[in-house]
């Protein structure tokens, strides 16, 4: 059982629970699958009857494509727009956001709330950078260029010759389809790029490039999303074109700067989900009660609930996924009629519950963990 | 007291000077004599009567010149005598090998003269110049120098002659202000042809995305399911043609396209565009 909501003439990228009020979530939408037009932004409630209605909405000029929740402010929310600019809203007005930050010279894909220190956010962009923001300013605190491509190049020669890589570094190189802080370290800030590579930055480090340390995560195929673990400060999930998941210990990471000779990164990936959808994964969560289990949200129209099956909820198995039949499959949710583009894990009432949004202009809610 | 008895040298060499006092009033421009104020007219009458021919005589030479008249200015006892020699020394052709060319004399009468025109200017003369649009004002010492230009060549200030030349150089740049209009409109074109340029590179993404998901797609399943996706129902239409962006031909315009419309019907495919005020609340 699922409730739903639909956004009539929108179409859903990002979805986030709010983390003050059990019953309310917050959905960024586009016009026209998110190719041209407005974007929406919709504050759903969940009524005691369990019907989702619309609350507030926000039209924007652009289409917007994540959404964050302000953690110091249970009114505020912001949307990453299409023209380059994030807009912070107020739940309680009309209209118009009460504050615009513009620097990103392309569309912004993602922003995430820095869930420590509560009073800065993250922006990744098309553009090729990461941006540090505060509410209180609109000029960016920090711009962070990822290493330009010329040095990835590597993979092309390479890696993914070596590994027989089904896919190949697309024309969107530069762009960073998703950057997150940590929710262990305030400082910490990572990002998965076109160019298949994830980036971790230490904002206590100077902006140099060879203080960047970064991994190929997926063979050269575009890496579209990546999550931190939420109980194991060092275990980050990948998943992107290859359409297979990929989790990381971040301690195994070689420093990859420019005077580097060696890319064996591959050597970091501890456990892998291989082909967990039909197409392309756009999103990967790791759950908020579990450390172990984790959600992803594909192209091929649906959502699945895993398990980790490296980790038993207290220590390294030393054991994969592939050595299970399933692949540590738990649920697969196959509401969605379009490419599923956004999910999150509710934090509030029983574990499990999860909201996806797709390009079918659904919002549907359902629980992942019961079978 | 005698010359012999003057014990102070600095008496005796302004006692001397005295003497001299002639040549060195005449260098400060003024002959003068101490006969009286009658005769100093006259002569200096004489004198600048005789300067008139004074540039086009030659023959004499500066050492001449100074070799001689320094010991007739000691004697100061006859008009006559002095008249002859300023007769004499007014006749003679100063060769001065510290005196300016011909050439920069030209030149320093131009600047007399460019002064006297950018005096004028900056007095508003030509006031109504200001009004003119972005790209007159920075051509404006383009002008002057045109204007300077014609006025060398005829060595005059004549302000006549800079009014003919501002109303060509006028009618120059209105011409050119018309060909930039001209190239404007073209330009609004080439942004139009940009315009099909993108809506030709949607097509084509739009194919690849059909060929990829759909037509060479061997997951039976998948293609089955994508066969009944919306999003792959309009790119397969935006791949046949039925179905592009709208691009506006306005010239003031964003390029950037804002709606989907049918190719064949002309209306709207998917929602309507709304223009959204980009301010904030007031809070």
Known sequence: MALNFHMQGFSGYGV????????????????????????????LDIDPQGRIHSMNSFMTQDC??????????ENQVLVAQGDGSLRLFDTSLQKFP??????????????????????????????GTVKIWTPNRKE?????????????????NTIAKTNGSRGTISANKNCIYQAQFSPHDENLVMCCSGNSYVTLFDLRQPNSNN?????????GSETLTCDFNKYRPTVVATSGVDSSIRIWDIRMLVNLGPQSQHINSSAACINEITRAHELAVRKVAWSPHHPNVLLSASYDMTCSVWQDLSYDGSRFTMKTNSIDSSKGFIKRFTGHSEFVFGADWSLWGQPGFIATTGWDGNVFLWNGLQR | MSSVCQSNPLQQFARKGEQATGRWRLNEGRVQNRGGESIQNSVENEFLRNDESLSIRGGNQPHNMFGRAPAQMGHSSGVVEKESWLNEFSKIAIKDPLEFSDRYKQLYSNYETRQTVTSMHNQGYYQPMSNMNLHVQQNWSMMEGQINQSMNSQETAHIDQA?????????????????ELQELDEHSHSEFASGVQEQQKF??????????CITNNKNSTMTSKLAKSKFMGLMMQISDGEVTLKIDEHPDANTNAKELYSTKTGKTVGNDFHDIQDTISDI
């Open chain 1, 98 to 127: 009460i504050a615009i930050f513009k620097e990103h010279s392309k569309e912004v894909l993602s922003c995430n709330w820095n869930l420590i220190n509560k009073q800065t956010f993250v922006s990744s962009s098309w553009d």
């Open chain 2, 203 to 212: 097509k084509e993404i739009a194919t690849d995305i059909v060929d990829t």
């Open chain 2, 163 to 179: 009014h003919n030349d501002l109303d060509m150089y006028l009618e120059k740049e209105f011409n050119d202000i018309e060909l």
């Open chain 1, 16 to 43: 986030q629970y709010s983390p003050f009020f059990d019953n309310r979530l917050a959905v960024a939408s586009g016009s026209n699958f998110g190719l041209v037009g407005n974007g929406n932004l919709f504050i």
């Open chain 1, 64 to 73: 917007l494509y994540d959404v964050a929740w302000n953690e110091l402010h």
């Open chain 1, 211 to 219: 203080k960047q340390q970064r991994f190929l995560a997926h063979n």
């Open chain 1, 140 to 156: 960016s605190l920090r711009t962070l260029q990822v290493q330009p491509v010329m040095q990835s190049q590597l993979v092309d």
